[in-house]
């Protein structure tokens, strides 16, 4: 879709993240109460992000003045290969950040920096059917390409590049199954989420993931609604409306309202043939065979 890739340990990234990536293995010291989120991109990153960052914060902001209503999610997690952030002389403001510190990574499990996995560290990845996950992924590239929506030609070849495992982060099955068996093998160290879950009931998704997160909600602040209102202000409908994401700087060389565009299952019956859907459908039946792991499309 445009986007140039290069292949490093079995996986296609982008080549203008690969100086960061070599940073982050090298620079990066994990402390046993960071927490990594970690997605294949147009899987719910910025959805996570928020939810992440106003559960481990709820104590420190109250929602009517949370951070997010002033900043991206990008922003307040930021990204493990995020460039400037190792070219900050000894990186002060790394570790000055306040535990849990929160980073969002595209990596796979396997390209992590080795003391994630050594520390104990957590792990959140999430995940998304991938018919939806490529077609956010082709908005995504030529919105911030040509400012357009993707044309047929372009759908089509990328396609083909895709179900070849050539897509940002891809092959995709390669990233879902890496930590999909790092979660078998370790369940108290990796979650594995899927957007469509959190989609179908969001509640119970935020109450995992604080569990998960070492930051369960209380009895009381059930009660009291914490978990509707965190849900909802990290809602599609909520973020999406937020100053910050219409106009705001996101650290990145992307527009921030790109990573905003429909939030729904299933929106792949609006761009796939039903021959795309087919190919795809059986790349997944092969490649995920035997793992027990499933889709709702
Ligand atoms: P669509 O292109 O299908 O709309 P990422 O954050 O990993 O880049 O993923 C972006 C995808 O998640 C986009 O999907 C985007 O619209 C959707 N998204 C962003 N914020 C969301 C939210 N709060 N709830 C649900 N989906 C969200």
Redesign the pocket.
Known sequence: DGVPLVKYCGCWFPVWMFRQILAAQKHYKAKDTDIILS????????????LMFSIANRHVFPIDQSPLLTSTPHKLVPPLEFDTFWEQDNNPDLEAIPSPRIFGTHMHFKTLPECIRERNCKIIYIC?NPL?QF??QI??SSQNRSGRDADPVAIDEAFNMYCQGISPYGPFWDDILGYWNAHLENPGKVLFLK?ED??EDITSQVKKIAEFMGFPFSLEEEEQGLIDQISGL???E???NLAPNKTGDNNRTVKSSS??????VG?WTNYLTPAMAERIKNLMDSKFEGSGLMFKT
């Open positions: 997605t294949l991109p147009k899987s719910g990153t910025t959805w996570m992000k928020a998304r939806d077609v956010s908005h995504f957007y959190l989609k990290c809602s599609f909520s973020l999406s990573f905003f565009r429909k939030g729904q929106d």
